[in-house]
């Protein structure tokens, strides 16, 4: 199955842009280093999404994120590839998000969410997302989100939270990259994994798109 990828990031009314994205495509027998494994015999797509968390102080969200990007990037181009396209998918996962929160953690002011999703061209796959960066799913014109996020408002809905929380402190996160104690537990926020289909696509987005959009705007963007 063949793996396309694509992003884009757009600052919108804020000074600061503290999204960051992270796509890159491992193909087999293709030279390009920075996109491929000439070694390898499968392919694979890491893709993903971090979003600073806005409260920090001295634009640490920004630096947050930018740190979880570059520590993907880095995964990506080094040798490790070829161990990498060899492991499961949730596997990988893991480990992506592992690196993600080791270098948000390396900064004083620091906090980013994170929507993380691996694909094999046998269709195998796998996202975590961490704190209000959803992933989403769309087959045949229906999206449907894969995640559950990790703010105030889910608690609530959950009703593991008292329906006393204020609409205005729904958006509060319970968990995001650079939380102490979060690498412990990293694979539980993996939100769903299986098998693609030829068509599938996987969307991922920062709560500036979910916050605005609903799904079906979402899915007809993406198809158009």
Not at 31 to 59: L, M, R
Not at 156 to 177: C, G, N, Q, Y
Request: proline residues 3%; hydrophobic residues 40%; charged residues 25%.
């Amino acid at each position: 199955m063949p793996i396309v990828c694509s992003g884009s990031t757009w600052i919108g009314g804020r000074k600061i842009n503290q999204d960051s994205f992270v796509i890159r495509a491992f193909q087999p027998n293709v030279s390009s280093k920075e996109y491929s494994c000439s070694a390898s015999t499968d392919g694979i797509a890491i893709a993903a999404v971090f979003d600073g968390v806005s409260a920090v102080p001295e634009n640490g969200g920004g630096r947050s994120s930018r740190a979880a990007a570059a520590a993907l990037r880095s995964l990506c181009e080094t040798e490790r590839e070829e161990e990498l396209i060899s492991q499961p998918a949730d596997d990988i996962a893991v480990t992506a998000a592992l690196l993600a929160d080791d270098a948000v953690c390396a900064l004083e002011n620091r906090g980013s969410t994170a929507a993380i999703a691996i694909v094999k061209s046998n269709g195998e796959f796998s996202t975590i997302n961490i704190g209000d960066s959803p992933v989403f799913a769309l087959r045949d014109g229906v999206i449907a989100e894969l995640s559950t996020r990790d703010t105030l408002a889910e608690m609530k809905r959950f009703e593991m939270l008292s329906p006393e929380v204020s609409e205005a402190d729904e958006h509060i996160l319970t968990k995001w990259l650079g939380m102490d104690g979060l690498c412990d537990c990293i694979e539980d926020y993996i939100c769903c994994g299986g098998c693609l289909q030829d068509g599938d696509r996987l969307i991922l987005v920062s709560d500036g798109v979910s916050g605005e959009l609903d799904g079906k705007t979402v899915a007809d963007t993406v198809m158009a």
